[in-house]
């Protein structure tokens, strides 16, 4: 595909982007960026701590920009041009599935002692040119899956009885749940992302594993409670840390953490009680037949996406965290257009959420779906 070559390579700009038909048909369309600003060199000097958290705007519509997009020159510009299709949030990589985070602090030195910090970018610069442009910025952190920590630390990695790292599905190791210092790690980083600008921290992996023979796991210091217990007390200790310094905090959960249990520690009525926002992962190919008694809940993106997030709201009641929903942006199962985009979006204003997050690993979305209602 023409858009994803182009993402990889790191084309100049302007960018190409693949705008959907209601008809279903793909057209590529482009748009103008921004010229890219070159990014100023980090130095030791920080920005008044923010007391007031930024407002949130009424409805969230953004999308997800990892860190190795936002290196590119002048691309994490080109995504904060999709503001003239309606967007208003960028959610950028903070902390990644692979244990790296994107740019240097002082306020996350564990992070540079085994060289998880690079420089895929300024955060301060990043948080700035946002703020000029009315865009709100979240700060993914992945917690608890991070093969860095796990090999720099080995004492901190989940294992097996043996003694052999620990690994998920997809070769992965985690580190434990239970240990405060891998609480400080990851909410140091947080915290040099707060400093730096960022209107609100994200976890995501903020859970027991749910993949590979879960069964096996030894967990460092591991206590006698429940899990969700363990989640919580974590975001409490995230939460009590980050909210004096003006951010708000939020989780990445599952989305059927409100129909089933998953037996991972993500409870959202729990959770709902302790951050101010859960984001709920409702992608519709990733539940399986028979799902809310859907035979293909991917064929019925809309009823899909409705139903989970019925779901959450019973769960988390009136008067607890905003919810969000990510919204599949991708095609997997079945090729996804802009009309099953559009149901889904649909779905998140009927049930009247607090907005949406488009999801697509290459970085790549659908531009008309960003339209305000």
Known sequence: ?????????????????????????????????????????????????????????????????????????????QYYGLRQYGLNTIELDVKDESGQVGFVSRHAPGAAAIGAARRYYDPVYAARTAHGLGIYLIGRVVVFEDPLLAKARPELALRHADGRLWLNSAGLSWVSQYDREVWKYAVDVAESAARAGFDEIQFDYVRFPSDGDVTSIVYPGRRIEP???????????????????????SADVFGLAATHELHIGQNPAALGRTVDAIYPMVYPSHYRSGEF??????????????????????????????????????????????????????????AGVGGFLLWNAGGVYTTEALRPR
């Open 293 to 350: 008694n859907l035979p293909d809940p991917e064929a019925a993106p809309g009823e899909t996406v409705g139903l989970s997030l019925a779901d959450f709201q019973r769960s988390v009641g009136p008067g607890g965290a905003r919810i969000v929903p990510w919204i599949q942006d991708f095609s997997l199962g079945r090729t996804y257009t802009l009309f099953e985009v559009g149901q889904q979006i649909a779905a998140a204003r009927a």
């Open 1 to 77: 595909m023409l858009i994803a070559a182009l993402l990889l390579a790191g084309a100049a700009a302007p960018i190409a982007v693949f705008v959907v038909g209601g008809d279903g048909s793909r057209a590529a369309s482009r748009f103008e960026a921004p010229a890219a600003t070159k990014l100023p060199v980090s130095g030791p000097v920080q920005p008044k701590r923010k007391r007031v958290p930024r407002r949130v705007p009424k409805e969230i519509r953004g999308v997800h920009v990892t860190m190795a997009l936002a290196s590119l020159p002048g691309r994490l510009e």
């Open 227 to 249: 899990k969700a217990t363990t989640i919580r007390r974590f975001l409490q200790y995230a939460t009590a840390r980050l909210r004096p310094l003006g951010v708000w905090v």
